[in-house]
């Protein structure tokens, strides 16, 4: 079974670069809601139309009412439990599956 092991450790690596490339496009939006770019740039619109389903949920969520957002900073911590918790058992999981770190 090394390979099933190393089919969940490959599935754990790509979702750790998935997750941490997600989190600096959160990032970007989040910076670029500071300077107000123009909405029919396709690269803005872009940015807002990866994240703005993530963040709507947290934004419902969390109906509090600040002058500044903060449902970027919970999505980003959200991100962080599931990169440092959830994808680390699963490495080690593959790990384990296949037979110990090699």
């Not at 190393?6 to 959160?26: K, R």
């Not at 989040?30 to 107000?36: F, K, P, Q, V």
């Not at 963040?55 to 600040?66: A, D, E, K, M, T």
């Not at 970027?72 to 790990?95: D, H, K, M, S, T």
């Amino acid at each position: 079974m090394p390979f099933v092991g190393i089919l969940i450790i490959i599935l754990g690596n790509l979702l750790n670069i998935f997750l941490t490339v997600y989190s600096f496009i959160v990032i970007i939006t989040a910076l670029m809601s500071w300077i107000n770019p123009n909405p029919y740039n396709p690269l803005v619109r872009f940015f807002y139309k990866i994240t703005e389903p993530s963040l709507r949920p947290i934004r419902r969520v969390i109906s509090l009412r600040l002058p500044f957002d903060i449902s970027p900073l919970i999505l980003l911590l959200i991100i962080y439990f599931i990169q440092n918790f959830l994808i680390v058992r699963l490495i080690e999981f593959g790990y384990k599956i296949k037979g110990g770190l090699q």
